[in-house]
C-alpha cells in the first residue's frame, strides 16, 4: 500500500514539474501567429528577425512576454520603417498587450480603431511620428488603464473628443503637431502631468482645469484665455483747427531740396549697381558650393549610418542612440574602464549601458572584440546586446537583472564587488574581489574563475 502511495506521488510529481516545464518553454501560438501576420501584411523596408522557428518571446526583437510566456505584453517597433495601413485582425488578437510602440514609421490611414479597441490593457500608446490622419476615436474610455498617450506629429485633425478627460490614470499626453481644431475641452485629469498641444488649430479660450500647464504647452495655436484684458481704446488727441495761414518756400529752400534729391538718387542708384554686381559674382561659385553642401549632406548621412547603435542577433531589445541618451541614468558602479548605468528607456525597458573611457582603440578592433564577446554564450555570462562607436563615445549595452547584485550573493550585502569588464583579449574578464584579482576563463563550455593574486 505504501509502495503505491510512493509511486503515486512521484507520478503526480512528474505530471505537475511537466506541466510547469511545458509553461516556461511553451510560447503563446496564437500571439505568435497574430505578429506573423501583421508582419507578412504591412510594407517594412527594414528586416525583422521573426522567424516561425523561434522562440517570440526570448528571440523576437521588440516583443517581451508575461512572467510564464503564455501572452505577448510589449510590443516596441520604432523606426522600423513600416509603411501603409496596418493590416485588420492582426494586432487586435494580441488581447493582453499593455505597451505599444509603432512610432517613427511610415504607418498611414485613419486611427486604427477598430484594431485597438479590442486592446483593453492597453497602458502605454506611442504612434507618433507617423502618417496617420483623419479624426481621432470619439470613445477614449474604453482604454481606461492608459497612463501615456502620444499621437503627435501626425495629421489628425477635428476636435479632441471630451471623452479623453474619462483616462483616470493619464499621466502624460502628447497631441503636437496636427491638424486638430476647435474649443480644447476640459480634461480635469489630476494625475497629468505633462501634457503637449502645439502647433495646431485651436481656437476659444484655455479651460481652467489646464490653466496650471505652462503656455509653452499650447503655442502655436489661436487660443484666448478668458481673463486677459480687454484692449486699451485708442486715445485720440484733441482735434485742433488747421491754421489758415500758408507759408510759402522761399527760393534757396527750394534749390536745396533739389540738389537734395539729385544726390539722394544718384546714391540709391550706385547702391543699385553694386549689388547686381555682386548677386553676379556669388551666382557664379553658387553651383560649386551646391555641389560642396551635397557632398557634406552625403558624408553627415554616411557617419550617421555608421555611428549607430549595432544590435546583436536574438537580441529583443528595439531602441536607437537618441533613446538611449534622452532616458534617465543612475550610476550603478565605477571600474577601471568606465561606469556602468541603469538607464531607464521611455518605453518601460531597462537596461544596463557601460561608458567606457581611456580605451583608444581603431574602430574595427573595437567592433572585434565586441563581436568576439557578444558571441560569448552561458548561463553564468550577461550576454552583451548591443554596442556603440564614436569618435568620442564607447558604449557596451546589457540586460538590466532585478535580482539585486553579485556581491550580495557572494558575500552578502556588507561585502563590496566591482566587476572591470575588459576589451583587451580573449583570455578573460579581470574581477576583483576585497582588492583580489580574479580571470573569468571559458574552458570546455564552462566558466572558471582563477585567481591570479593581490592588487598592490
Known amino acids: 500500500m505504501n509502495m503505491k502511495r510512493g509511486l503515486l506521488f512521484i507520478f503526480s510529481a512528474f505530471l505537475f514539474f511537466g506541466e510547469v516545464l511545458l509553461s516556461i518553454t511553451a510560447d503563446p501560438v496564437d500571439d505568435k501567429q497574430a505578429l506573423l501576420d501583421f508582419l507578412h501584411n504591412i510594407l517594412h523596408s527594414h528586416p525583422v528577425n521573426w522567424h516561425e522557428n523561434t522562440s517570440v518571446c526570448n528571440s523576437w526583437t521588440g516583443v517581451s512576454c508575461s512572467n ?206 553694386v549689388v547686381c554686381h555682386s548677386k553676379k559674382r556669388r551666382e557664379g561659385g553658387l553651383a ?27 537580441c529583443s531589445l528595439a531602441f536607437d542612440l537618441e533613446d538611449l541618451l534622452r532616458a534617465s541614468a543612475e550610476v550603478l558602479g565605477k571600474g577601471t574602464f568606465g561606469i556602468a548605468y541603469k538607464a531607464a528607456l521611455e518605453e518601460a525597458t531597462t537596461v544596463v549601458v557601460k561608458r567606457l573611457k581611456e580605451v583608444a582603440v581603431p574602430k574595427k578592433e573595437f567592433e572585434q572584440q565586441m563581436i568576439a564577446v557578444g558571441s560569448i554564450r552561458h548561463v553564468n555570462v550577461s550576454p552583451l546586446r548591443a554596442y556603440y562607436y564614436s569618435k568620442d563615445e564607447r558604449l557596451m549595452v546589457y540586460d538590466f537583472y532585478e535580482e539585486g547584485s553579485v556581491s550580495a550573493m557572494l558575500h552578502g550585502m556588507s561585502k563590496t564587488f566591482s566587476v572591470i569588464h575588459s576589451v583587451m583579449q580573449l583570455s578573460g574578464m579581470l574581477l576583483t574581489i576585497e582588492n583580489e584579482s580574479y580571470t573569468l576563463q571559458l574552458r570546455e563550455g564552462r566558466a572558471i574563475l582563477l585567481w591570479t593574486g593581490k592588487q598592490g
Open 288 to 314: 560649386t558650393k551646391n555641389k560642396e553642401v551635397s557632398l557634406k549632406k552625403t558624408a553627415s548621412k554616411s557617419q550617421e549610418q555608421n555611428n549607430r547603435l549595432f544590435f546583436f542577433e536574438h
Open 68 to 273: 510564464d510566456n503564455s501572452r505577448v505584453t510589449a510590443l516596441r517597433l520604432p523606426g522600423v520603417g513600416f509603411r501603409g495601413p496596418i493590416p485588420p485582425n492582426t494586432l487586435s488578437r494580441l488581447s493582453a498587450i499593455q505597451i505599444l510602440s509603432l512610432r517613427s514609421n511610415g504607418i498611414s490611414g485613419s486611427f486604427p480603431y477598430d484594431e485597438f479597441s479590442k486592446l483593453r490593457n492597453l497602458t502605454i500608446l506611442f504612434l507618433q511620428s507617423n502618417n496617420f490622419s483623419g479624426p481621432l476615436p470619439s470613445d477614449f474610455s474604453i482604454w481606461n488603464y492608459l497612463t501615456i498617450l502620444n499621437l503627435s506629429n501626425n495629421g489628425f485633425n477635428g476636435r479632441i473628443p471630451p471623452s479623453i478627460s474619462n483616462l483616470t490614470h493619464l499621466t502624460a499626453l502628447s497631441l503636437a503637431n496636427n491638424s486638430l481644431s476647435g474649443n480644447i475641452p476640459d480634461i480635469n485629469v489630476p494625475s497629468l502631468q505633462h501634457l503637449d498641444l502645439t502647433n495646431n488649430n485651436f481656437t476659444g479660450s484655455l479651460p481652467k482645469s489646464l490653466q496650471r500647464f505652462p503656455s509653452s504647452a499650447f503655442s502655436g495655436n489661436n487660443l484666448s484665455s478668458e481673463n486677459a484684458l480687454p484692449p486699451a481704446l485708442p486715445i485720440h488727441p484733441p482735434s485742433s483747427q488747421p491754421s489758415k495761414k500758408s507759408s510759402k518756400l522761399s527760393e534757396p529752400a527750394i534749390l536745396a531740396i533739389a540738389i537734395g534729391g539729385c544726390v539722394l538718387g544718384f546714391v540709391v542708384l550706385a547702391f543699385m549697381i
